[in-house]
């Protein structure tokens, strides 16, 4: 009796656990996840024939070789270039065909892609200004452009942190402190910290904030001398663009925007003027330069050549190399399709398929300059040897640059 009792005491137990045995749901098969494709960046330089350059045949190229034999000063140092220097040194007074000859015998075209094998990138254009001004301060010129002061503190952080590879600390020493340096609005309207490191006077102020810009310019002095001065070294402070915070406030349109139409705001809004050129923290120092220089230097340290030097991300295009432009002239449907030669390199200029056109010096440089923003395409020529090793990845492209504080 007891035997028959505790089995079915078992068969209760087992039957009340086995309601609680949740039932077995199957789940629909879901889709599987689709996976993507890797992003496979575009190579930056494919070789081309010669008449696949667009304009190539319709350029005078004795100019721009003379160009080029002026960049050979700094480049003949590289092994890829020593060879093509020497020819180029050979030439003397060459009419245009024997200029079209050496190129086409000693360099192999590269159309420059943008990372998404696109060919058509953005070209800006640059001058150098020049302002009436004075070596004393007057009545009349009383807006100081500085030299370089001794309190800039500039750390290279690479020497205590490799990774932070062209990286530079700038600032002042404040008791035990390193603080940042002092902001434009502190310089120019403040208790004038810079006193005594007063370089040149000038007039308009306005002005001397387009030569900040620019990096280099010529003082025309009361006696008629002409004086270059150049970028010496900057606060350390990020440049802010005073176009696009006039922009956001909408005080103009995007197809209004240009230098000519920011330096008549600012004028027509003197107050509000000085206060929007405040709101660039980045102030620029400078340097006198011999009076051999009557065009600024590039990142080269070779003096620019009107409408034949160029403004280049160096990290894609080396420096001394010739490119090769098509554009269009501002404001009209006029081809400019010219050799150049890659001479200078600037903050604002980075990417593949980018360049800035270096107009010249003086306003008429500056008014076409500053209305330059168009679409372009690059070809960039390198020696025929070393053409071959950077197709095989054994050389890559120069990145060696000094700022200019060009655009």
Known sequence: MKKHLLTLLLLFLLAACADKVPPVVEEPELPPVPIEPPIVEADPLVPVAWNDVEG???????????????????TSKRIRWQT???????LKAVEAQQARDFFETFFQPFQVRNKDGSASGMITGYYGPELPGSREPTEKYKYPLYTQPED???????EIYPELNNYRLRGRVVGNRVVPYFERSEIDNGANPLAGNELFWVADPVEL????????????LQNGELVMVNYANQNGHRYHSIGKLLLERNEMTRNQMSMQNIRRWVEKNPEAGRKLLAENPSYV???????EFISPPGALGIPLTARRSLAVDPRTIPLGAPVFLATTVPGTDELLQRLMVAQDTGGAIKGRV????????????????GRMKQDGRLWVLLPKVASEETLQGRIEPETNSTATGIN
């Open 56 to 74: 190539w045949l319709g350029d005078d190229l004795s100019v721009p070789l003379q160009v080029f034999q002026q960049s050979c000063r700094a």
């Open 84 to 90: 093509v220097c020497q020819e180029a040194a050979k």
């Open 152 to 158: 800039l503190l500039i750390v290279d952080l690479d």
């Open 209 to 220: 904030f387009f030569l900040h810009i620019q990096g280099s310019g010529r003082i025309r």
């Open 285 to 291: 120092f400078f340097r006198e330069l011999p009076a």
């Open 354 to 369: 980018r360049a800035d056109f270096f107009w010249g010096m003086g306003n008429g440089a500056g008014e076409i300059a």
